[in-house]
Every structure is written in structure tokens, then in C-alpha cells.
């Protein structure tokens, strides 16, 4: 059983290498992709958001973001999990610490972007109560053809 742990500025290249493998994978980096990976310290951390890591055995095995969008709103984003490592349930895991930490910050939201062919991802959000909303026309995310959200 792992546990989730707080970013570090050592482990941003951890958090970029497990992102853009899933991404190059499923997809293509975008620009917007590009400067949340490279720059996750400045455009994330700095900016009221926060990133954690799924570790187990001292290995990181999965992250995810939750990036400041207004006052006690975030999107819950980049999240990955190593590919040797899907389907054991650190996605669950992942997602279950992320609402609960929502919840003690007293967020009233959290928002996030997907894209449909990602079936698995879609059940784990739909699994935890995120719904369905209508997607603004420029949303960041060329890939990104649904957003769901969780009110808290």
C-alpha cells in the first residue's frame, strides 16, 4: 500500500516523465500541457495550486495536480500513473485523497477535462460523483471533448 506525498522541487522532472509517457501514448503534448510540465513550480505551485505523488516502496508511481482556476475552484489535472502500474488501483487512490483534501480546504469545486476515449478515466471520475457540464468553446485542451465537475 503507498501513500501520497507533497510536491518537492526534485521531483518535478518525476512529475513532467510520468505525464508527457501517458500523453505521447493516448495523444500529443500541447502547448498548454508544455507549460504546466516544465514550469509545474511556477505555473502551478506558485500560483495557490498543488501537486502530490503516489508513492510506494520508496518508487513514484503516480501523480496529479489540482490547479488554482478562482477562489476555491481547482481543476483537477495531469494526473497520471505509470504504465506498468495502471489498473491496481492507484488511480482510486489518488482520487480519493484528492477529494478528501478538496473537502478539508473547504474548496466548493473541482473541475476537470478529459477527452471520452479515455473510458477508464471517465468511470473513475463518474465513479466519485464528478458530472457531466457543458464544455466552453475555448476550453484549454484541443483533446479535451468533455469536462466534468465535483461540487463539494
Not at 503507498?2 to 500541447?30: C, M, S, T
Not at 498543488?50 to 518508487?59: D, M, N, S
Not at 503516480?62 to 491496481?88: H, Q, S, W
Request: hydrophobic letters at 40%.
Amino acid at each position: 500500500m503507498g501513500k501520497i506525498i507533497p510536491f518537492r522541487p526534485e521531483l518535478a522532472e518525476v512529475f513532467q516523465d510520468l505525464n508527457l509517457e501517458w500523453l505521447q501514448h493516448y495523444f500529443y503534448v500541447e502547448p498548454h500541457d508544455e507549460e504546466l510540465l516544465s514550469q509545474c513550480e511556477e505555473v502551478i505551485i506558485n500560483r495557490g495550486g498543488y501537486i502530490f505523488f503516489y508513492e510506494e516502496a520508496g518508487e513514484i508511481l503516480g501523480t496529479f495536480a489540482l490547479i488554482k482556476i478562482a477562489e476555491n475552484e481547482y481543476e483537477l489535472g495531469k494526473m497520471a500513473v505509470d504504465n506498468k502500474e495502471r489498473g491496481k488501483g492507484i488511480g482510486q487512490q489518488m482520487m480519493r485523497f484528492c477529494i478528501g483534501f478538496a473537502q478539508e480546504q473547504s474548496w466548493k469545486r473541482l473541475i476537470l477535462y478529459s477527452n471520452t476515449s479515455l473510458e477508464n478515466s471517465i468511470y473513475l471520475y463518474r465513479k466519485y460523483g464528478f458530472k457531466e457540464v457543458p464544455l466552453e468553446q475555448k476550453n484549454p485542451y484541443a483533446r479535451g471533448n468533455i469536462k466534468m465537475q465535483l461540487r463539494l
